[in-house]
Each structure stands twice: as structure tokens, then as C-alpha cells.
């Protein structure tokens, strides 16, 4: 539909061509000043976010109306509006193309941390900042010799990680309301609550070196949208909870522990090594959890959980890998003596994606040793019926 019933027909095509100019290059100015403000202020983002939604979609309007209004021109009058027709398209088709591209990047954008992310309606999301001290609680690092901006660059990464860590602590509660719902044993539900209050000390603890490397306290903001959308439970809560946990835990929280076990041994602060070898041991102990948690569902319901396993498998190298540097913090990093980063526990990205890559290999190796271990576990207990009414019985 156009814009307005009987304007249409006065406007020449290059009208509509212009506005969607506009609002192109208005977008790319968003999109790149949006960046940089959210560097400064992180609450800012969903916002900008919206903005830059509805931005876009109003630029793929007025590139479809052009290219509707100059074919209508050239039915009417036969007047060539083949440049007008073009652009018309082009601007649409740049609509949708940014968009997508800035969705990517926003996704990329995200960034390392040690903990098991947490997804609100799908997208990744964390607390915002503030000035505070309730959430430090921890040994300061010593950051005599360190310049400025090495320290605030210290400062943003280990804000980030404790954003990260904090984002756990809902999601190990939402892992937790599943596992009751489905029935599980009460080893895995209070494992699962113990690495929720692992969590918290992680978070804690980052926030207590980000204070020691910058000499000033950061907390938490409130996250309303916990209260909008929690569970978000499209499917069997069984096929969710084997899937979420082979990505987000098997995957990801023994990531987490290679790079902070391998960040550790660079580290030659020794309160942030302490923390590092913590986080390492824990975030272990989590990734262990999730594979007990697979396993225990391929027992419960192997006919459900496994074709979904199967799928997950086939899905994991496509799994966005986080990264050493979120790309609004990287132009502070940038600025920072990177022999110094290295030296408090910081390893470069290009490890972090060496690192990526062999977990990725180990953990598609275990989930296909964990599947055919089961399959034939099932296949005996198939074959003598009296073994699975024993078992039942213990
Ligand atoms: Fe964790
Ligand atoms: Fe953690």
C-alpha cells in the first residue's frame, strides 16, 4: 500500500528514491553512532536497537513504493523510470541486507565471558551497570605499573565477564524450574543449584578485580525483562533442556573453563590468576553437569531426546563462538599494552578461536561416544526384558 491514497500519482518516483536515501544514510549513521555510545553506556542498546528495526523497515517501504510508483509511471504515460525502478529495488533490498548485517554484528558483538548465557525471547542479554559496590566482593589486583588505559581496558573485560557471570545465575535457575518439571533426580537439581551459587561468587569476584584495576565499584541494574519472558519454552521442555544443554553447557562452559585455565597460566597477578584458576575448576564442573544432565534424558526418554541430540550435533560448528573482545569495547582494548594484557590473564582472540575449535572437535567426539553408549545399553536391556524390570526395581 502506498503511503497516502491519491499521492501516488503526483509524486514522481524520485521522490520516494530520495526519502529512502535519507533514511539509508541516516541508518548507517545510527548504526555506527550507536556503537559508540553504547561503548560508553550499555543500556542504550535495545533502544538503539529498535531504532535501527524501525529505521530499516521504513527505508524498505519507501524503496518498494519508488519501484511501485515508477512502474505505475511507466504503464500510465510509458515514461522511462528504469533509475528510479533500480534504486527503488536496491534501496529495499539494502534495507533488508543492514538490517541482517547489523543483527550479525550485534550478535558477534557479544562477546567472552564464563558463564552459561542467558536468553530472553531468544537474545542473548545481560544486566546493565551502575555505580555500586554490593555485587565486589573479592582480592584486588595490584595495578602499580600499569598506564591508564590498560587499566580501564582491564576494567571493561573484567565488567563484561561479571555482567556474563550475573547473566548465569537466571539462567542456572531456569535450567533448575525445568528440571523439576520434567522430573529429574534431586543430584542433578541441587548440582544445578550449586553452579548457580558458583556462579554469583564468580560474578562477584569479577567485579572485585574490575574495581582493584580501575579504583572504582560497579553493580548490577535491574533486569525487568526476566519478568516478561523467562522460560520461553517453544517444544518439549525434555528436547529444550537435552538441545540448550549440549550448546550452552557441554559446549560452551568447558570452553569456558580451556580459556580460563589457559588465561591463568599466562597470568602474573596473582589475584587474578586466583580467580582464573577458580573460574577454570568451576566452570569444568559445570560443562560436567550438562553432560550428566544429556545423559540422564537420553536414559529418561532416549525415542524424544535423541533424534533432537542428533540435530543439535549436526548444528553445533554453527554456534556463534564468543569472543576474547566485545566489538563495542574493542577500540578502549585497542589502546591497552597488550604484553600487559597478556601478562593479567588476557589471551588474544585468535587462541580463543584455536581453542573453539578443538573443544568443538572433544565435545562432538563425547556426544557420539555418549549416543552409541546408550543406544547399545538400550539395545541389551531390549534384547532381555528381565534386566530392565531389575533395573526399574533398583
Ligand atoms: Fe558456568
Ligand atoms: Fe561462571
Redesign the pocket.
Known amino acids: 500500500m502506498l503511503p497516502n491514497g491519491a499521492a501516488p500519482a503526483r509524486r514522481s518516483p524520485w521522490f520516494w528514491v530520495r526519502i529512502a536515501l535519507w533514511i539509508l544514510a541516516l541508518n548507517t549513521g545510527v548504526f555506527f553512532l550507536g556503537l559508540f555510545l553504547v561503548s560508553l553506556h550499555e543500556g542504550l542498546a535495545g533502544a538503539l536497537l529498535i531504532l535501527f528495526t524501525a529505521l530499516a523497515l521504513a527505508q524498505l517501504f519507501f524503496g518498494i513504493t519508488a519501484t511501485v510508483v515508477a512502474i505505475r509511471l511507466r504503464r500510465a504515460t510509458g515514461q522511462s523510470s528504469l533509475g528510479a525502478c533500480t534504486l527503488g529495488v536496491l534501496t529495499a533490498l539494502g534495507a533488508l541486507v543492514g538490517w541482517a548485517g547489523g543483527m550479525v554484528a550485534t550478535l558477534l558483538a557479544a562477546g567472552g565471558g564464563?558463564?552459561r548465557p542467558l536468553r530472553v525471547r531468544g537474545r542473548q542479554t545481560h544486566p546493565g551497570l551502575r555505580v555500586g559496590a554490593d555485587w565486589t566482593r573479592g582480592e584486588r589486583p595490584d595495578p602499580a605499573g600499569l598506564d591508564e588505559p590498560t587499566r580501564r581496558a582491564l576494567e571493561a573485560l573484567w565488567l563484561h565477564d561479571a555482567q556474563k557471570?550475573h547473566a548465569?545465575v537466571p539462567a542456572f535457575a531456569r535450567v533448575a524450574w525445568l528440571l523439576a518439571a520434567v522430573g529429574a533426580p534431586a543430584e542433578l537439581l541441587a548440582w544445578c543449584h550449586r553452579a548457580a551459587l558458583?556462579?554469583i561468587e564468580?560474578a562477584r569476584l569479577c567485579f572485585a578485580l574490575a574495581c582493584g584495576y580501575a579504583g572504582r565499584s560497579h553493580t548490577v541494574r535491574p533486569m525487568p525483562e526476566l519478568l516478561r519472558g523467562a522460560l520461553d519454552l517453544e517444544g518439549d521442555a525434555l528436547v529444550v533442556l537435552a538441545t540448550e544443554s549440549l550448546a550452552d553447557g557441554c559446549q560452551l562452559e568447558d570452553f569456558n573453563a580451556d580459556i580460563a585455565a589457559e588465561c591463568a597460566e599466562v597470568c602474573a597477578e596473582p589475584a587474578t590468576r586466583a580467580v582464573l584458576l577458580r573460574?577454570a575448576r568451576?566452570?569444568r564442573s559445570h560443562a560436567e553437569f550438562s553432560w550428566a544432565l544429556v545423559g540422564w534424558l537420553l536414559e529418561s526418554a532416549d525415542d524424544t531426546v535423541r533424534p533432537a541430540l542428533e540435530q543439535a550435533l549436526a548444528r553445533l560448528s554453527a554456534y556463534a563462538r564468543p569472543t576474547a573482545v566485545s566489538w563495542h569495547k574493542r577500540s578502549l582494548v585497542a589502546r591497552a599494552d597488550p604484553a600487559e594484557l597478556r601478562r593479567h590473564g588476557r589471551l588474544l582472540d585468535e587462541r580463543w578461536g584455536e581453542l573453539w575449535q578443538a573443544r568443538l572437535v572433544a565435545t562432538t567426539a563425547r556426544t557420539r561416544q555418549l549416543l552409541a553408549a546408550t543406544r547399545s545399553a538400550r539395545a541389551r536391556l531390549d534384547e532381555k526384558p528381565e534386566l530392565a524390570l531389575r533395573a526399574a526395581g533398583d
Open positions: 564464563w558463564g557471570e548465569s558458583e556462579e564468580h573460574i568451576e566452570e
